[in-house]
């Protein structure tokens, strides 16, 4: 019996130049940072598995066979897709609020806050938030899941002869302006918090918020089926179920936290003045913009009543602007720029649950006394030692709950000042409190837990003093320029 030769060792080639055709793809991989480790390349490995599942389950989608697509069909879908990217432009305008109303050493922070949540919002509500939504009745008005998709998860994009016929809006399109709206409600959130909150807590609570607690709570409503939307209560575009539920959200965060150091010296409120005004008016001229999908977008379709709704939204705007900048002449001696912005975007709010039930000089007036709201709101805020940075608790929890039961008082068809009784107020009370008590209590109990586990919610004495752009991300917005340490 003879042995076989022994083949000599042949060592991987470190340099590709020296490799063979069959070593090339292990010499390239090498070569990139992290393929070398184990535990990266068993992640990797998990992707083709994962995009098989998903590939399955789009495979269960195909559309039917379609007739010829009607005008209707193609309008609708169109319009609204146009207002759902709108919406979703909306975070560029929150971003840059709240960065130029904060000081320049948090402004990495900020920017990276608004970024991300938005990716959080698509991801979580496309998972199971949309399910959670305008799925089928598991508690009959109170609780909804399964909406066509994998396990009740996601959503089936087909797309049927009837959707076609009836000029009905596809799954996808209607997904994709929902979860700009989910995103928005996020985004609030960011406002209340801003200058003191880790990174990641603040990331686990979006996805928390988007995936559970706001589409539990739309679902009383914007599903048919829900129980406010049974009895009558009328939000027809989100001041209360988008900006009142993020503002609860935020407000608990920021009990939490407590104020910025230095805000509050021997109890009284201390100006922290933002860093670029520049920036936060552009920011409030793009949310003017994008309210454009915001409110015409929410009809969900193209009719006569979406020009009337961008009209009311504009002079709910518009009136919201002269009553702030007003008001802050008369208690401030001088005009003030960041009241006239959050004046806007408290008209804004103010019109948003009943743009399209308002005559339009009634739109004006609401969008004014939500300009006085938002400007004493901020007082009271401060008053009561709540540090909110922007804000945000005053123009979408204080002018969100108003413009909520304004509809009772101005709705032209329901509203108590033009003789049609107490009822729909009535109704309108019943939703802002049921809004703010589950809100209320879901946040509380995920900010508890978060700090909890994590140790806290809030950066460090250090990392705030020096800035959260250096302490949570290793950079700064304005590196040629020496960052103020206050």
């Not at 069909?73 to 709108?86: D, T």
């Not at 949309?130 to 087909?158: I, T």
């Not at 959707?163 to 985004?187: C, E, R």
């Not at 005053?394 to 108003?402: A, D, L, N, R």
Request: charged share 10%; with cysteine; proline share 5%.
């Amino acid at each position: 019996m003879t042995a076989a030769p022994s083949v000599p060792y042949r060592q991987r080639p470190k340099r590709l130049r020296d490799a063979t055709l069959l070593e090339t793809p292990a010499v390239l991989a090498g070569k990139i940072r992290g393929l070398s480790n184990p535990r990266t390349l068993t992640w990797l490995a998990c992707v083709p598995v994962a995009l098989f599942g998903l590939g399955l389950f789009n495979l269960s989608a195909h559309a039917a066979d379609l007739p010829e697509l009607t005008p209707a069909f193609l309008i609708n879908n169109l319009w609204l897709l146009v207002a759902a990217i709108l919406v979703i432009f909306m975070n560029a305008g929150f971003a840059m609020v709240e960065a130029g109303m904060c000081r320049q050493k948090n402004a990495v922070n900020i920017l990276a806050k608004n970024l991300i949540v938005f990716a959080l919002a698509a991801s979580a509500y496309w998972i199971i938030g949309y399910s959670l939504m305008y799925g089928e009745a598991v508690v009959p008005g109170w609780l909804f899941f399964g909406k066509g998709g994998f396990l009740g998860l996601f959503f089936d994009p087909a797309v049927t002869p009837d959707m076609v016929k009836d000029g009905a809006l596809v799954p996808s399109v209607d997904f994709l302006f929902q979860v700009a709206f989910a995103g928005t409600a996020a985004t609030i959130v960011s406002g209340l918090v801003a200058e003191r909150i880790k990174f990641g807590e603040f990331v686990v609570f979006s996805l928390v918020l988007v995936g559970f607690v706001y589409p539990i709570a739309g679902s009383w409503k914007w599903n048919a089926d829900g129980w406010l939307n049974q009895i009558g209560f009328i939000d027809f575009a989100g001041s209360t179920l988008v900006h009142s539920v993020g503002a609860w959200a935020g407000i608990v965060g920021a009990i939490i936290l407590g104020p910025r150091i230095g805000k509050f010296m021997d109890g009284k409120p201390q100006a922290i003045p933002g860093h670029n005004l520049a920036i936060a008016t552009l920011g409030c001229l793009i949310l003017w913009i994008g309210w454009y999908g915001f409110n015409p977008g929410s009809v969900l379709s193209m009719n006569e009543t979406v020009p009337y709704i961008a009209v009311t939204t504009t002079l709910g705007a518009a009136g919201g602007a002269i009553a702030a900048t007003i008001l802050s002449q008369i208690t401030g001696g001088k005009p003030d720029l960041t009241m006239t912005i959050n004046g806007i975007l408290a008209g804004l709010v103010g019109i948003t649950a009943g743009c399209d039930g308002y005559s339009m000089p009634a739109a004006w007036v609401v969008g004014f006394l939500a300009g006085l709201l938002v400007v004493f709101s901020v007082a009271i805020v401060d008053k009561l030692g709540i540090d909110d940075p922007v804000g945000a608790w005053s123009v979408h929890g204080t002018c969100g709950i108003f413009g909520t039961l304004a509809v009772g008082l101005f709705n032209s068809d329901k509203g108590l000042l033009l003789g049609h009784g107490f009822a729909q107020l009535g109704l309108q009370i019943l939703g802002a409190l049921a809004y703010a008590v589950f809100v209320v209590v879901a946040s509380f109990i995920t900010w508890a837990v978060l700090g909890a586990v994590s140790g806290g919610i809030r950066v460090t004495e250090t990392e705030e003093l020096e800035g959260l752009d250096i302490g949570e991300h290793g950079m700064e917005a304005y590196p040629d320029f020496n960052t103020i340490s206050t």
